[in-house]
């Protein structure tokens, strides 16, 4: 029968037969059940090594998904409106009245001059006056004038409204080379270094810009080299989070370094763009041009080639300062491009006519405002239109 536990075969020994035959009957229905019990499914609370069916097939861990390489179309912590957003041409409508609002008081000095007017000696002075007050500056303002009265003479233009219509044309032929378009996709990335003097609007410029690069299917990368104001690379710091982009900083250090590791960082993550801030400065303080001469030196080292795009901000409202900046920085660092901002104050616009006589470079962006709706790609006719009004 095999092995018997003791207290059994103590049992067994002192029953008769007939009780031990009983009791051997019992003995193989309990092992019996036992074995059955064994065959049932566990409960798989108790279970620590459950094996799965042969029918279900082997699941990867459940793991996070991953962050998604391009980035959010909405600035962090926006709130979307429900209501419809507006058409782009009703968006285009808003800022060229802006754009209007903010060189109405040229507008209207420029308009009024031809009210009624006769075309003699009078009107050309008066208009000589309105340039020139308009920030156009003194070449540019002859130069206009002289090709306005041979336009008049060639077209035997008669009538007040006539000579309006030509002065039109003649500013647009002036600012259309400045009108050109920002190529992206150039390089990988596409380095931007951005320069100006003080309360120019540097750093919220390129918050503004992030944003309409972002709109062009573009990811961009921050790069904090403004290090010498206070306040500059917690500012840079809100855009980027406005903008869900990411900001190279450090707290005090050397802004060519900055702009050096940004660039790394920038090809290791295969950013398309890198905006490095500077901190602003007069072009007269020639110790700080040397340390901006520095910086797009230290960039052309982190990557050959670069910086790809230099560009000046200047503010609107300087006047025939403004042009004064555009030549020291050109001098110094090569500019490639400017942008325009605070249009919608007491800018007068005329200084645009300057630089397009002056100095020929191109006009990216013109803001007319603080929102990031109002940084807008300058057209030279729309711009002479509010002008003119």
């Avoid at 992206?184 to 120019?200: E, F, K, S, Y």
């Avoid at 080299?225 to 869900?244: I, P, S």
């Avoid at 901000?313 to 660092?333: C, E, H, R, S, W």
Wanted: with cysteine.
């Amino acid at each position: 029968m095999g092995a018997v536990y003791p207290i059994t075969a103590a049992l067994t020994a002192t029953k008769p037969r007939a009780a031990r035959g009983r009791s051997d009957r019992m003995w193989c229905r309990l092992k019996s059940f036992i074995f059955l019990i064994a065959l049932l499914p566990t409960d798989p609370m108790f279970s620590f090594f459950k094996k799965k069916p042969k029918d279900t097939p082997d699941l990867p861990p459940e793991v996070a998904a991953p962050a998604p390489a391009a980035q959010s179309t909405a600035p962090a912590g926006t709130v979307l409106s429900a209501e419809p957003a507006p058409a782009p041409a009703e968006q285009r409508r808003s800022w060229l009245d802006r754009l209007k609002k903010g060189l109405s008081k040229t507008s209207s000095s420029l308009t009024l001059l031809f009210v009624g007017a006769k075309i003699g000696d009078d009107l050309y002075e008066e208009l000589e006056s309105a340039l020139l007050v308009s920030d156009a500056g003194v070449e540019a303002t002859q130069y206009l004038l002289d090709a306005l009265k041979r336009k008049v003479k060639e077209e035997k233009l008669t009538e007040a409204e006539q000579v309006k219509t030509a002065l039109r044309a003649l500013l647009i032929d002036l600012l259309t080379p400045l009108q050109r378009p920002l190529e992206l996709g150039r390089h990988q990335p596409l380095v931007m270094m951005i320069t100006g003097v003080n309360g120019a609007g540097k750093t919220t410029t390129i918050g503004k810009l992030a944003k309409h690069l972002q709109a062009h299917h573009q990811s961009v990368l921050l790069a904090a080299g403004d290090t010498f104001r206070a306040a500059a690379r917690e500012q840079l710091t809100v855009w980027g989070e406005r903008n869900n982009v990411t900001v190279i900083a450090q707290e005090s250090g050397d802004p060519a370094a900055v702009a050096f590791d940004a660039i790394h960082s920038a090809q290791a993550r295969h950013i398309d763009v890198v905006m490095v801030d500077t901190a602003g400065r007069l072009p007269t303080q020639l110790h700080l041009m040397e340390e901006l001469k520095k910086i797009k030196r230290v960039v052309a080292k982190g990557m050959a080639g670069a910086p790809h795009e230099v560009l000046l901000i200047i503010d609107g409202n300087t006047g025939q300062n403004a042009l004064t900046q555009v030549k020291a920085f050109d001098d110094a660092l090569g500019l490639t491009g400017l942008v325009v901002t605070k249009l919608d104050g007491t800018a007068k616009g005329g200084i645009l006519a300057a630089i397009a006589r002056t100095r020929p470079l191109p006009v990216y962006f013109i803001g007319v405002g603080e929102s990031i709706e109002d940084l807008q790609p300058f057209n030279a006719i729309e711009f002479v239109d509010a002008l003119l009004n």
